[in-house]
């Protein structure tokens, strides 16, 4: 193991990776962007590409973290909820199951039924999301299933004696589209349908989604069930690499899956999974962090939601301000700090063509702090990484590289 004095870093850029955009005369909103920070990185250090998920994986954030923290998602991976459950304080009996519970907007669409109008129900405010679950709960909660509230629209659902093995799509993939194809899978579990039903009449009846749509808003005023599973088993970080930390996160999966790893889980005023969080306060809370502990997981959701939105000017601001207000504040951060070692990543690619996550290659960079130096000029992206011929395959191998300083740097 290496000297315990080194300090390790990982700032992840939720969504970050794309395809060549037309509009941007075939660049990458990640060369598009102005990210002199993440830039010098790749060109102080180790810069290439990696896997985070493979070809056989569902294309999720929670299996894209795992990689990234060490973890064979083929071998610890039992679901979504189960992390987000961990994060919010949820302890798992045996028998019981988790499934992420977002709060969406439906709206009628004539002879195509019901049409999801907005998958995180117009991103609701964390209060407003809190006061709709909470209704749920005190109508619907009973000994099979109880309602928590968690981060905007991303809430969490616990099923007694409840089923893992339904293959239900994520809301973010079904925007604008029909809801009756994918709805199909509860018929043939009639509790979940039956409680699916009877949550849309429940938040029909709540003044706050009339006040919602007065304001021109979009409501909360449907549930969608998914990535559900059981408490998942993993041996803690400390364990494999000897390393003490935290995440910072604004998203429960991903505080979640740190805690599922043995560190602390940093909870930061006005941390939104959006474009409106609070970067001075993740990078201070990441910065104090690293002065008592050996390892910090810094995570950004914003450019994850601008794909899922599929706003490109969007999404190329997020990654500018992810590069300024998070890489920036971190390396000046670090100048008087010794021995720190820093990898900035994307988790997986989320291209705004599609609006969605998508399985690909994903660049990394890795430097070890304070430096100075003047290395080969490079930017951070998915061409520039393709180019230096470094791959780590399977993506989860990158950690135990990145702790023990192994990776070969390669131009």
Not at 66 to 90: N, Q, W
Not at 178 to 202: H, I, T
Not at 227 to 251: K, Y
Not at 327 to 353: E, N, Y
């Amino acid at each position: 193991m290496e000297n315990r004095k080194t300090k390790y870093l990982i700032l992840v850029g939720d969504g970050m990776g794309d395809e060549a955009q037309e509009e941007l005369n075939g660049k990458t909103p990640l060369e598009a962007a102005h990210t002199p920070h993440m830039d010098q990185l790749a060109s102080w250090g180790t810069l290439g590409l990696t896997e985070t998920i493979a070809p056989h994986q569902d294309p999720g954030s929670d299996v894209a973290n795992m990689a990234i923290l060490g973890y064979d998602p083929d071998r610890y991976h039992t679901g979504r909820a189960p992390l987000e459950a961990a994060s919010m304080g949820v302890e798992l009996a045996l028998g019981e199951v988790a499934f992420r519970c977002n709060l969406v907007s439906v709206e009628a669409g004539g002879d195509a039924g019901l049409i999801l109008a907005d998958y995180s129900a117009g991103h609701i405010s964390s209060e407003d999301g809190r006061s709709l679950i909470t209704a749920l709960q005190k109508s619907l909660g009973n000994e099979s299933f109880q309602f928590y509230p968690g981060v905007s629209y991303r809430h969490l659902l616990v099923w007694r004696g409840g089923r893992s093995d339904l293959a239900i799509t994520p809301p973010h993939d079904v925007t604008g589209q029909p809801v009756a194809e994918y709805w199909q899978v509860y018929d043939g579990v009639p509790e979940l349908k039956s409680l699916m039903e009877n949550a849309r009449r429940v938040l029909a009846n709540q003044d706050l989604n009339q006040q919602l749509l007065k304001q021109g808003k979009s409501p909360g005023n449907a549930i969608w069930l998914w990535g559900q599973g059981v408490a998942p088993i993993m041996p803690s970080l400390n364990d494999r690499f000897n390393i003490e930390g935290v995440v910072i996160s604004a998203v429960d999966l991903v505080k979640g899956l740190g805690v599922c790893a043995g560190l602390e889980a940093v909870s930061v005023p006005g941390a939104t999974g959006y474009l409106d969080t609070n970067y001075g306060g993740k990078v201070a809370a990441a910065l104090g962090a690293l002065r008592e502990r050996d390892f910090v997981y810094l995570h950004v959701e914003a450019p994850d939601e601008a794909g899922h939105e599929g706003n490109l000017k969007l999404k190329i601001e997020a990654i500018e301000a992810f590069d300024s207000q998070v890489v920036g504040a971190v390396i000046d951060g670090c100048r008087d700090m010794d021995g720190v070692r820093v990898m900035v990543i994307t988790d997986h690619l989320t291209p705004v063509r599609i609006r969605t996550h998508a399985r690909g290659l994903v660049p990394f960079a890795i430097s070890d702090l304070p430096a100075d130096q003047i290395g080969v000029q490079r930017g951070f992206s998915e061409k520039s990484a393709e180019k230096t011929g470094l791959v780590i395959k399977p993506g989860h191998m990158l950690m135990e590289g990145f702790i023990k300083g192994s990776i070969t740097p390669r131009t």
